[in-house]
């Protein structure tokens, strides 16, 4: 009996403890999304307004009519969407290449690519800036696209690599039995059999582009250029900052991660265990 009641202790415990480790995460959300209908001297208030009497959606029709501020959207879905196009597109034929073929130096090859995940980007910030000036790139749409497909195409290339790996090569020969060629067999039918993998991989790829802050700040110059977390920064000013707005951009940018993940988050577990394990 009291084995009974110490084990159901147990249970109730984690399950407390499980429900405090879930909810505090999205307390900070939970904080951001209330406090960007608040004026900005209502936000650092204390005691903290929880419900506040001068709820306002100014800063959201301050964002909107801005062209300003939603240049940075629309620079933001321009270089993310021209980023995942290409990692995908890129990913599919190295791991075509890498999970079909034997080549001399691909073991070298794959060493140098997992090699590129323990690299951290700051240390390469400098002579990447120095890159980018050389080949005058610098304030374009190109120099961030090339930078994002940098930290985005190594890892990409090993997950979908794994779950190449995970589909029989019968499949294509199959197809080659038919009259068809590689590409016909790797178009029709390993693309199809993939999905989960590049959604996952096109998901990563979009969220990483999307975060970036470091490089989308030293690579550009002009407002014209910025993206979503740089043009968060920008509106701290001199003297004061509009947190009000701040915080109205921050929940602007989280949304369309928010969002893919809902719609997308069963074929990104799913395609990220596949390509990991079979890596």
Known sequence: MNKKKKTQRIKILTIILLAVGSLWPAFPVFWMVLNSFKPNNEIFAWPPIWISENFSLESYFSIFTSPEKLRYFLNSYFICGVVVLLTLFISILASYAFSRFDFPGKKIINVMIISMQAI????????????????????????????????????????????????????????????????????????????????????????????????????????????????ISLLMGQHAYNWSEMLTMSVLGSLPVVILFLIFQKYFISGMTAGAVKS
Not at 153 to 182: C, F, H, Q, S, W
Not at 190 to 211: E, H, Q
């Open 120 to 231: 951290p980007p700051i240390t390469l910030l400098i002579p990447y800036l120095s890159l980018i000036v050389t080949l005058r790139l610098y304030n374009t749409y190109g120099a961030l696209i090339l930078t994002y497909l940098l930290f985005t195409l190594p890892y990409a290339i090993l997950i979908m690599t794994g779950y190449m790996n995970t589909l029989p090569k019968e499949l294509d020969e199959a197809v080659r039995i038919d009259g068809g060629t590689r590409l016909n067999a790797l178009w029709k039918v390993l693309i199809p059999s993939a999905v989960p993998g590049l959604i996952s991989v096109g998901m990563y790829t979009f969220l990483r582009a999307w975060n970036e802050y470091l490089f989308a700040l030293t690579l550009t110059k002009t407002r014209e250029m910025r993206t979503v977390p740089v043009g």
